[in-house]
């Protein structure tokens, strides 16, 4: 396998573990993270740590970016110190953050005109995913950078798919979080609905774990809501983000999304009473408050 030398910005609960196999599969990594203590587990593996993206980018053959927000990757691509002020020609930048699709084209555009490629990559599967190189990861890009990337894909992931253009990856994650906002709300539901009706809930998951209406969101989740254990995970006010860009992007395409609009009431709502650092599947607390249902 070819072996690639790359620059990685972000080094959180997700980017930390993602760079780590990609260090264990061989390639180079140049590494850069806004805490100077995010960067010290790289660079005790022997990675390169450095002082900021552009540095990190001047080094690579691809420069992945994974981050939180819109605003984030901007930042760390145009702004002071990011990706553009240090990337060579020909180089390519794969932004794997959970972020708008209409500013990922935006972004794609700015970059192509400066001759570097761009993929959007986000990714499913958590900071479990993450450790265990199991992420299924989306990809929106050229074809042809997604074969050049797609090693290094590999050592991250195991469901990858090219889904289209630019912006296409932002896209088809959108869609997985609508999924699985809506589906942690139906299981919210239906336990406390179990429960509010003098029926064992757990008993009720394991019959249903059975049947047409299981999922890995009833299986996990509904663990998580059972057990009253809303450590994360994928943090609420992560998720409510992503559901952000889901409702923007509707609203921009004149889409009617009202389920995933509810759940971001909901999402609003954990917010607003201070979990935003708890697992999205936290919504339970939400519907059992509204339902009088103590514990």
């Known amino acids: 396998m070819t072996k690639m030398t790359v620059g990685f910005i972000g080094l959180g609960i997700m980017g930390r573990p993602m760079a780590l196999n990609l260090h264990k599969a061989g390639h180079a990594l140049f590494v850069h993270g806004r805490r100077p203590e995010s960067m010290a587990p790289l660079a005790h593996a022997g990675c390169t740590a450095c002082a900021s993206a552009a540095e990190a980018a001047a080094q690579a053959d691809v420069t992945i970016i994974m981050v939180s927000d819109t605003a984030d990757v901007e930042q760390v691509i145009f702004g002071a110190g990011g990706v553009t002020h240090g990337a060579k020609l020909g180089s390519v930048v794969v932004d794997m953050s959970t972020i708008s699709p209409t500013a990922t084209r935006h972004f794609a555009k700015e970059l192509s005109a400066r001759g570097i490629e761009m993929l959007d990559a986000p990714v499913s599967g958590g900071d479990v995913g993450a450790i265990n190189a199991t992420l ?3 990809v929106g890009g050229k074809p042809a ?13 195991k469901n990858i798919v090219h889904i289209g253009d630019n912006g296409a990856g932002q896209v088809a994650k959108a869609c997985n979080q609508i999924v699985v906002a809506v589906t942690i709300e139906a299981v919210a539901e239906a336990l406390t609905f179990a429960r509010k009706s003098g029926v064992d809930a757990a008993k009720v998951r394991d019959a249903l774990l059975g049947g047409f209406a299981a999922s890995r969101i009833l299986e996990v989740h509904g663990k998580r809501m059972l057990d009253n254990n809303y450590q ?7 998720h409510q983000k992503d559901m952000n860009i889901v409702l923007q992007t509707a609203k921009d395409l004149g889409l009617a999304l009202p389920a995933a609009a509810l759940v971001m009431q909901h999402m609003n709502a954990l917010m607003g009473i201070g979990d935003g650092e708890l697992d999205s599947a936290a919504v339970m607390k939400i519907i059992e408050h509204m339902s009088g249902v103590e514990r």
């Open 136 to 138: 299924s990861i989306m």
């Open 145 to 157: 950078v997604f074969e050049r990337v797609q090693p290094l894909f590999a050592a991250m992931g």
């Open 232 to 238: 994360p995970g994928f943090k609420t006010k992560l």
